[in-house]
């Protein structure tokens, strides 16, 4: 069985400083990772995804991530955010076998503070 | 433009009336999934399907229901809502081979 844990329910951040969202997985099979963004009152959006390569992996908006298999992390960051970031981020993993499934994590609400 | 279009956005209904969230893609994607999103909890999967007349449970399925008569088309059925069932709804679908999920806005229903 996979988890997901995003141990920070709340990040807040000044605008234009860097951020770091913190993902920690538990998986007995490789898995895929990925990220997802919520605006208020709208659908999840993908941001980022790590499938296989480059461990380091570049998203939209400016966001990137990398998967640390030794730690299971796949951290976000962005060097410089905007109040346009404040939204709530959740991190996601999948296992390459069976059904795919996804496990979700609990989220994260990243506020930018002018 | 893909997308993926839920209906209603809001609802408030009382218990035991039966009603349907509806859910359409234009992306042709075989993989279609409900999930409802609580404070604290996430995101819980319903149901899925993958393919036309394939469906299966969840982690959360008790009382639901769905079907696929066609692939663009994903129906959430609440037989007899409760208060429990209060939540936001998501619709979503991904392709088979690269995983990404694309998300509906979203239905906020409230069962009174």
Known sequence: ?114 | EAQVTQNPRYLITVTGKKLTVTCSQNMNHEYMSWYRQDPGLGLRQIYYSMNVEVTDKGDVPEGYKVSRKEKRNFPLILESPSPNQTSLYFCATRDITNYGYTFGSGTRLTVV
């Open chain 1, 1 to 114: 069985a996979q988890s997901v844990t995003q141990l920070d329910s709340q990040v807040p951040v000044f605008e234009e400083a860097p951020v770091e969202l913190r993902c920690n997985y538990s998986s007995s099979v490789s898995v895929y990772l990925f990220w997802y963004v919520q605006y208020p009152n709208q659908g999840l959006q993908l941001l980022l995804k790590y499938l296989s390569g480059s461990t380091l992996v570049k998203g939209i908006n400016g966001f990137e991530a990398e998967f640390n298999k030794s730690q299971t992390s796949f951290h976000l960051r962005k060097p410089s955010v905007h109040i346009s970031d404040t939204a709530e981020y959740f991190c996601a993993v999948i296992s390459k076998s069976g059904t795919y499934k996804y496990i979700f994590g609990t989220g994260t609400r990243l506020k930018v503070l002018a």
